[in-house]
T-cell receptor, first 112, second 112 residues
């Protein structure tokens, strides 16, 4: 079945460092791909998405490119801030009306 | 828009008691999802509805769990009887045609 694999955390960085969180997926069709972020004590929020191959999703300085050839959707940010400390989830949706499949989440901790 | 509204935010109950969690999705969204989050198992899909109809309840752990969606603006997740291993954060999310979920803030359930 469909699945999402994320790099295990925690990821610990200093402020202004470059961030990459790896995400790969397995799907039978042509899924839409998502990154969600969860701040402490809150629900998940959609960070960015891409619906077809070679699309780049971006938001708040974060980017991810849908790579069909490598079945990947890695999250990147050029310069992280302390306020980016959160748990990041990669997810896929194989078709409209079905449930999102989430990875296990990667905890990011940024120190000043 | 008030977003997805869950109640209560926190629930502490004794083992064996009935627990009811409530969710009001975003108006106009046609899919509703119940997830459970724990440190050990991450985010688990329990059940989801399309147009108020349960589509997939294979994630419901056992018969003690039940969910209903009597109309487009309300859903409940009931646990009867509750057990300590049910302690988790329960999230409700809604979407329209799966173009990104909107999550509620969650209900933190503690069964003692």
């Amino acid at each position: 079945g469909d699945s999402v694999t994320q790099m295990e955390g925690p990821v610990t960085l200093s402020e202004e460092a470059f961030l990459t969180i790896n995400c790969t997926y397995t799907a039978t069709g042509y899924p839409s791909l998502f990154w969600y972020v969860q701040y402490p004590g809150e629900g998940l929020q959609l960070l960015l998405k891409a619906t077809k191959a070679d699309d780049k999703g971006s938001n708040k300085g974060f980017e991810a490119t849908y790579r069909k050839e490598t079945t990947s959707f890695h999250l990147e940010k050029g310069s992280v801030q302390v306020s980016d400390s959160a748990v990041y989830f990669c997810a896929l949706s194989d078709q409209a009306g079905t449930a999102l499949i989430f990875g296990k989440g990667t905890t990011l901790s940024v120190s000043s | 828009d008030a977003g997805v509204i869950q109640s209560p935010r926190h629930e502490v109950t004794e083992m064996g008691q009935e627990v009811t969690l409530r969710c009001k999705p975003i108006s106009g969204h046609n899919s509703l999802f119940w997830y459970r989050q724990t440190m050990m198992r991450g985010l688990e899909l329990l059940i989801y509805f399309n147009n108020n109809v349960p589509i997939d309840d294979s994630g419901m752990p056992e018969d003690r769990f039940s969910a209903k969606m009597p109309n487009a603006s309300f859903s409940t997740l009931k646990i009867q009887p509750s057990e300590p291993r049910d302690s988790a954060v329960y999230f409700c999310a809604s979407s329209r045609d799966n173009y990104g979920y909107t999550f509620g803030s969650g209900t933190r359930l503690t069964v003692v």
